[in-house]
């Protein structure tokens, strides 16, 4: 079993930064790719990035692209997500899941492990 926890979260204006933790312990042998989703009220938990464990490997969804950072911190299994120039739009629950599937799956329905979520808020 992998447990996740998610730190890093807050309150930011527009055009402002974060950086987002998700540090995993447990049976992380058993990793393969390590997801961000995000869950806006009303709104479908979403797809933000994947790393694979490996650290060989990122995707991002288009509105993040070039603005946010997925990363692996191999001294600490901590998998750090840097999000830059945050727009309203951003404003979510950040959730880390961990997969044993290969690939860099966007769907929630394929990650085995989930943290608690870190709240994200960017004020206009």
């Known amino acids: 079993q992998v447990q996740l926890v998610e730190s890093g979260g807050g309150l930011v204006q527009a055009g402002g930064s974060l950086r987002l933790s998700c540090k995993a312990s447990?049976?992380?042998?058993?990793?393969?790719?390590v997801g961000w989703f995000r869950q806006a009220p009303g709104k479908e938990r979403a797809f933000v990035a994947a790393i694979a464990w490996s650290g060989r490997g990122t995707s991002y969804v288009d509105s993040v692209k070039g603005r946010f950072t997925i990363s692996r911190d191999y001294t600490r299994n901590t998998v750090l997500l840097q999000m830059n120039m945050l727009e309203p739009e951003d404003t979510a629950v950040y959730h880390c899941a961990g997969g044993r599937m290969g690939g860099l799956s966007t769907s929630p329905s394929l990650y085995d492990f989930w943290g608690q979520g870190t709240q994200v808020t960017v004020s206009s």
């Open positions: 447990g049976g992380t042998f058993s990793l393969n790719t």
